[in-house]
C-alpha cells in the first residue's frame, strides 16, 4: 500500500521560501510509470495543480503558470521522497498543500492516488 | 485552461436518497473524468476514474457516467458517512484542473 507522508513548517512570513516535503513509502520516487504532484487548496482558489516531477529516463518538471516564476519541484532518490519550494510567498499562498501520485499518467486512467495528508500553511509575519 | 463546472454547489439529503451530482467540462475531455471524497480535515479521496470505474475498496452504491463534456456522479442509496465535498477533476490537459465542488449535507 502506497503512502504518502507529508512534512514542514504551517507558518511561513512574508516573501520567504515555503518549503515542504513528501515522503514516500511502497513506490519509488525514481518509478518511469507515475508522476508526483503538489496540489493546493484554498477557499478562494479551490483544488489547484502547482506542479510535478517524473523520472523516464531522466527527471522532468512541469508547473502551473500561476506559480511558474517562484515554484520548484525536487525529487530525492536517497530518501524517496520529493520537495516543494515556493519563494516570494505572499498571504495569497496561505492554504492546505498536497503531495499526490499520478496513476497511469497520459492515459485517460490517469488520477490522483494517493494523497498526503494534507499541511496547512499559513503565509503571515 | 479547461473549466470544470459541477451543479449543484451544495445539496440536502436524506439517509437512503438517490443523489445525483453533475460537471461539465469547458471542452471535450472524452473520459478524461475522476471524481473524488473529501471529509473535512482529510485529503480527497479518489472514488471513481475514467469516468465510470469504481476504485477498488469503495462501496458500489457510488457510480459515473457520461463522456465528452458532461458527466455525472450517482450515490444510489447515501449512506451517514457519505455526507462530504465531491470534487471532479479531469485529466485530458494540463493542468489538470476540478470542479468548485458539491457538499452533501444531512437533511
Known amino acids: 500500500q502506497v503512502q504518502l507522508q507529508q512534512s514542514g513548517p504551517g507558518l511561513v512570513k512574508p516573501s520567504q521560501t515555503l518549503s515542504l516535503t513528501c515522503v514516500i513509502s511502497?513506490?519509488?520516487?525514481?518509478?518511469?510509470?507515475?508522476?508526483w504532484s503538489w496540489i493546493r487548496q484554498s477557499p478562494s482558489r479551490g483544488l489547484e495543480w502547482l506542479g510535478r516531477t517524473y523520472y523516464r529516463s531522466k527527471w522532468y518538471n512541469d508547473y502551473a503558470v500561476s506559480v511558474k516564476s517562484r515554484i520548484t519541484i525536487n525529487p530525492d532518490t536517497s530518501k524517496n521522497q520529493f520537495s516543494l519550494h515556493l519563494n516570494s510567498v505572499t498571504p495569497e499562498d496561505t492554504a492546505v498543500y498536497y503531495c499526490?501520485?499520478?496513476?497511469?499518467?497520459?492515459?485517460?486512467?490517469?488520477?490522483?492516488?494517493?494523497w498526503g495528508q494534507g499541511t496547512l500553511v499559513t503565509v503571515s509575519s | 485552461d479547461i473549466q470544470m463546472t459541477q451543479s449543484p454547489s451544495s445539496l440536502s439529503a436524506s439517509v437512503g436518497d438517490r443523489v445525483t451530482i453533475t460537471c461539465r467540462a469547458s471542452q471535450s475531455i472524452s473520459n478524461y473524468l475522476n471524481w473524488y471524497q473529501q471529509k473535512p480535515g482529510k485529503a480527497p479521496k479518489l472514488l471513481i476514474y475514467v469516468a465510470s470505474s469504481l476504485q477498488s475498496g469503495v462501496p458500489s452504491r457510488f457510480s459515473g457516467s457520461g463522456s465528452g463534456t458532461d458527466f455525472t456522479l450517482t450515490i444510489g442509496s447515501l449512506q451517514p458517512e457519505d455526507f462530504a465535498t465531491y470534487y471532479c477533476?479531469?485529466?485530458?490537459?494540463?493542468?489538470?484542473?476540478f470542479g468548485q465542488g458539491t457538499t452533501v449535507e444531512i437533511k
Open positions: 511502497g513506490d519509488s520516487v525514481s518509478s518511469n510509470s507515475v508522476v
Open positions: 477533476q479531469q485529466s485530458y490537459m494540463t493542468p489538470q484542473t
Open positions: 499526490a501520485r499520478v496513476l497511469n499518467p497520459y492515459t485517460s486512467s490517469s488520477r490522483f492516488d494517493p
